[in-house]
């Protein structure tokens, strides 16, 4: 059985399901919900109704699309990664984001195990793939959806009734899924994370890429600040397995903000916006869309998302070197 499942490529890793397959969801997500929706506030915002159009087209097909992206990040067969779109599109009609995930990883599975086993492939392993996503969508997808969303807001609960201790967990917990091996953008989504709590969340990540495109910049560079700063700081999470200390600065400022946010700013979000950070601006557009085009909005988001994270980090980064915890080359990206 077992060179049967490395034969499919079947691994039952859960470095496989829990950080592979969740990066691949992550990309699939951004690459419809996300910029369906900052394509749909810009046309909102200058009443440009084509961009509102294709914004919401994009957001329909969040679906289809984590459904293919997650089968083409588990190296599925073709016919595999084909159907795996309208498994994907099952698990988001009845199962929410959570539940899509799930049923588009698990058809995945299903289909490569037929895959080429039969002189009927082109039929077998599609439908093969499309009954396993949608039967996992109807009986398990709703229930995982529910979880989620419960837990979700239970963290949003805690954080209205405590916003200075559970703003700071929030934050460091979603800034260190930001730069590790696992998907922020992700986990936001699922939990439906919004409010205070997503404010908090989108602070620590924030703070994560900012700190991080700070306290490097000697090594890497204004193109490697621009990388971390709007890209991503999971680049840096080789050098933190090598260097523990180097994510002291970033994890730092975003405990000193997050509380500011929180209690001061009342800082708000929504879920797709939750877990990005500086990413393409995605946190940014988001807070705008949930708070509001105004000036007080761009201030809090001036201070909190960029010159509050590049202060701490620099000057704790700084610190950090002259004690000889940090040396020249620690946070050298390598590209």
């Known amino acids: 059985m077992r060179d049967f499942l490395n034969k499919k490529g079947v691994s039952l890793s859960p470095k496989t399901y829990f950080i592979t397959g969740f990066q691949y969801f992550a990309l699939g997500l951004m690459a419809s919900l996300i910029v369906g929706l900052i394509l749909k506030t ?37 016919l595999v990664i084909f159907s795996a779109g309208i498994a994907g599109a099952a698990g988001a009609d009845l199962g929410s984001v959570a539940g899509c995930y799930v049923a588009a990883l698990i058809a995945v599975e299903a289909g490569k195990l037929v895959s080429e086993e039969t002189k009927f492939d082109i039929l077998i392993t599609p439908a093969v793939t499309i009954f396993t996503g949608f039967t996992i969508a109807t009986f398990i997808g709703p229930g995982i959806d529910q979880f989620m969303k419960a837990f979700g807001q239970l963290v949003m609960w805690s954080t209205d009734q405590r916003p200075l201790i559970m703003g700071i967990l929030v934050a460091i917990l979603l800034g260190f899924a930001l730069t590790g091996p696992i998907s922020s953008a992700a986990i936001a989504m699922m939990l439906g994370l919004e409010g205070l709590a997503a404010g908090a969340a989108t602070i620590g990540c924030a703070a994560q890429m900012i700190g991080f495109a700070t306290s490097s ?95 701490i980090s620099l000057i704790l980064s700084e610190w950090l070197r002259k004690k000889g915890y940090i040396k020249f080359g620690d946070m050298k990206l390598n590209q």
């Open 217 to 311: 910049y000697r090594e890497n560079g204004f193109g490697g600040f621009l990388t971390q700063g709007i890209g991503t700081s999971k680049l840096q999470f080789p050098n933190v397995v090598r260097n523990p200390y180097i994510l002291i600065p970033p994890t730092v400022a975003g405990i000193l903000l997050a509380p500011i946010g929180t209690l001061y700013f009342q800082m708000e979000n929504i879920p797709a916006g939750a877990g990005m950070g500086t990413s393409g601006l995605v946190g940014q557009i988001m807070t705008l869309r949930t708070m509001g085009f105004t000036f007080e909005t761009f201030l809090a988001i001036f201070i909190l998302h960029f010159i509050g994270p590049i202060i």
């Open 42 to 78: 810009i046309g909102e915002q200058l009443s440009l109704p084509f961009f509102t159009e294709m914004g919401q087209l994009a957001m329909t097909l969040m679906g289809p699309v984590i459904g293919t992206a997650v089968a083409y990040g588990l190296k599925a067969p073709p």
